[in-house]
């Protein structure tokens, strides 16, 4: 095997643009491994792991791109670096101008321009966003590691001038009905949502429109505006908008718990609403709200969508019934051929929110898990490589992403854990979620298949069975085809769920049942 | 008159896309006008050095 390396100074690509890159490059005939990243000190560091260094790759900038190519000869590797201007070059086909270098630049251009959309790296951010709101335009801001004190001075000099700034780190929005970010193709309507999850926010659009309802608009606000750090500015600012909004009539907040000081604070504004409102704060206790709350409150995602359709329409929508014979026999299926090792469920999340969701649906059954980002009263996992008993990985953290795809754009994370996990004994279940929109993978369930037809054989070669349960979050208006993604996950054995709290039910039933069941040690 | 904020509400987004592609490109395809700026890291991608001019100027 033999390794190329080649610098361009001064050549920016955005992190998706070189990911798809080296995906490409790593396909061809007789390349191993190929890398193509910006010069920074994580980006160097993970290049000096897998064996890739020298005196140029030290002295190279973060302005500077690095390809590295492991081939298996150097006549393979030397046509490829002579040819490398080709895979580096903007997709022909795009509508795009590229020859728009600054913001002032892109806003003389385009005047009427009331959004910014920013996911530059972190230590950038701030101040493209900053730059953004000066010139009067509300921002999307997709970038995280952006610091705190950051993020309360761009929230509140938009909050003094009739702005908003969703994010940091914020994945999702809809906007009179056109989606930024990862979103999913949803009907207009009248349910209003404002989330401190991209995730969160991709679920609950998705089931509300399934259902047969749809979505005034859906505002992110980043993960972390509800602390006691941020005290909620982007929510109320987004709160007062959609309580005056006439498209909306029922306004439904997702996050995690707020800091009390904050929740304090919000009650009396929320108060003042002159709409319902749904509050699903995931993680928190059963009966740690007063009654008194100014909003339903929704243990999950699949409540919160429920509640906000009966609101509207007067009717509650069909719920899942883990009572049907359907289900019933599904279980059935499911719990059929286990060999007395299967024990645990392992659970590999592309969406934050889903890891965190399942954790208090699987706790609220009694089950403790393991996890790399543990809900309290879970326990955290010691190495997030590898798995203890039942454990839910998120795999969407910088344990696993510092320099690599996020699994919601490429499988290639989640199917190699899928392997690692088919290789233990131990392992009965198998919980995946799959979610489709804009920008998420194109075919994510024909990505993981093999992987999990691998698992699931592997098994069988055991004296068992491998249970693989599935949810998928999006709409028959998404790019990747939901029919297909169903269909090409249930023939590979899969049982699939219309939602992630759905999925973590039935995983919950059948964990439950693995412990108390005669298999148990 | 409305805010700003409003009037993104009302009008749908007309975008200024700052990092990846991808993001400008999916909102052309929803009929959103959108520029996409070709960003590049400031001062060489040295937060600090960034951090100094921005004061300078």
């Given amino acids: ?238 709160l007062n908008t959609l309580d005056s909004d006439s498209q909306t009539e029922v306004i439904t907040i997702l996050s995690k718990p707020p800091g009390e000081r904050t929740l304090a604070g919000l009650i009396p504004k929320m108060r003042q609403c002159q709409k319902p409102l749904v509050a699903c704060f995931l993680g928190l206790k059963p009966g740690s709200l007063s009654a008194d709350a100014p909003y339903k409150t929704a243990r999950t995602l699949d409540d919160a969508a429920a509640i906000g359709i009966r609101i509207v329409t007067g009717h509650a929508p069909p719920r899942w019934d883990a009572h049907s014979p359907n289900f019933q026999k599904l279980v059935g299926r499911e719990k059929a051929n286990k060999n007395p090792a299967q024990r645990y469920l392992r659970g590999i999340f592309a969406g934050g929110t889903f890891c965190f969701q399942t954790q208090q649906i699987l706790q609220d059954a009694g089950i403790v898990v393991h996890s790399n980002a543990p809900l309290h009263g879970n326990v955290k996992l010691a190495d997030p490589m590898k798995s203890e008993e039942h454990t839910l990985v998120d795999m969407g953290t910088d344990d696993f992403t510092v320099g690599k795809p996020h699994p919601m754009i490429d499988s290639r994370l989640r199917r190699e854990r899928i392997l690692t996990e088919g290789q233990d004994p131990r392992v009965a279940i198998l919980l995946l979620d799959f979610v489709l929109g804009f920008n998420a993978s194109p075919d994510p369930a024909d990505e993981l298949v093999p992987a999990i037809q691998e698992a699931k054989a592997a098994a069988t070669d055991r004296g068992g069975s491998l249970s693989v349960v599935a949810s998928i979050c999006g709409t028959e208006g998404d790019p990747q085809n939901f029919p297909r993604q169903v269909r090409v996950l249930e023939e590979a054995g899969v049982a699939v769920f219309p939602s992630s709290a759905q999925a973590a039910q039935f995983c919950a039933l059948l964990a439950a049942g693995l412990s108390e069941g005669p298999h148990a040690e | 008159m409305p805010n700003k904020l409003e009037e993104l509400l009302h009008q749908g987004p007309i975008a200024v896309n700052i990092g990846v592609a991808d993001f400008a490109e999916t909102l052309q395809s929803q009929g959103v006008e959108v520029v996409h700026v070709q960003w590049t890291p400031p001062a060489g991608g040295d937060p600090e050095l960034v951090e100094l001019l921005d004061q300078l100027l």
Avoid at chain 1, 49 to 54: A, G, L, N, T
Avoid at chain 1, 73 to 101: F, N
Avoid at chain 1, 172 to 201: C, D, H, L
């Fill in chain 1, 1 to 238: 095997m033999v390794t190329g390396v080649v610098i361009r100074k001064n050549e920016y690509h955005d992190s998706v643009f070189l990911m798809r890159v080296a995906k490409r490059l790593s396909q061809q005939k007789g390349i191993q491994q190929a890398a193509a990243l910006m010069g920074t000190q994580k980006n160097k560091a993970l290049l000096e792991e897998i064996q890739v260094r020298s005196r140029e790759i030290s002295e190279a900038t973060p302005s500077d791109l690095i390809v590295a190519v492991k081939a298996d000869s150097q006549e393979a590797l030397a046509s490829m670096l002579e040819g490398i201007d080709r895979w580096l070059t903007i997709d022909p086909g795009s509508a795009l101008r590229v020859d728009i270098r600054t913001l002032d630049e892109a806003v003389a251009m385009q005047p009427r321009s009331n959004l910014a959309v920013i996911s530059v790296p972190g230590p950038f951010a701030a101040r493209e966003a900053r730059k953004a709101l000066e010139q009067g335009l509300n921002v999307f801001l997709f970038s995280d590691n952006v610091p705190v004190e950051d993020e309360i001075s761009l929230k509140e000099y938009a909050r003094d001038h009739g702005l908003l700034v969703m994010g940091p780190d914020c994945g999702t929005a809809i906007i009179n009905g056109k989606g930024i970010g990862f979103a999913n193709a949803v009907r207009r309507g009248p349910i209003g949502v404002i989330g401190a999850s991209g995730t969160g926010i991709q679920e609950f659009t998705s089931l509300v429109h399934q259902a047969g309802g749809g979505i005034s608009q859906a505002i992110g606000i980043g993960s972390r505006d509800l602390s006691d750090a941020v005290g909620g500015i982007s929510l109320l600012t987004a």
